[in-house]
């Protein structure tokens, strides 16, 4: 979605790195197929899996879960995630052992 692509490029995202348009041009992919891809720590593989979500959310019309290993990268990452959809009407939510959110 538009508001997102916006919200990257405030962040300083304005272009991918070729192995991940590639990864995102993969025939299927766009369509729900799955994706395998590998890069080193720090590489850029995330950014490939929220495009992936946001793209399938934004035109489905359901709802994604983004697992993470640990409760202080769920606490980021929410954040990141609401700061990104601010502009749309996709809502974030966090659940993590020990939470009460809701």
């Given at each position: ?32 197929r799955n ?5 080193p720590t ?58 009460n959110d809701?």
């Amino acid at each position: 979605p538009e508001p997102i692509l916006q919200a990257y490029q405030r962040r300083g995202i304005n272009q991918l790195y070729d192995w991940q348009a590639r990864c995102l041009a993969t025939p299927g992919v766009a369509e729900g197929r799955n994706l395998v891809y590998c890069a080193p720590t720090s590489g850029g593989k995330t950014i490939v899996s929220e495009i992936l979500m946001f793209r399938r959310v934004s035109e489905l019309k359901k709802r994604a879960i983004f697992v993470l290993p640990y409760v202080s990268i769920v606490v980021e990452k929410a954040r990141h995630f609401t700061e990104l959809c601010a502009k749309t009407k996709l809502v974030v939510k966090r659940f993590y052992g020990g939470s009460n959110d809701t």
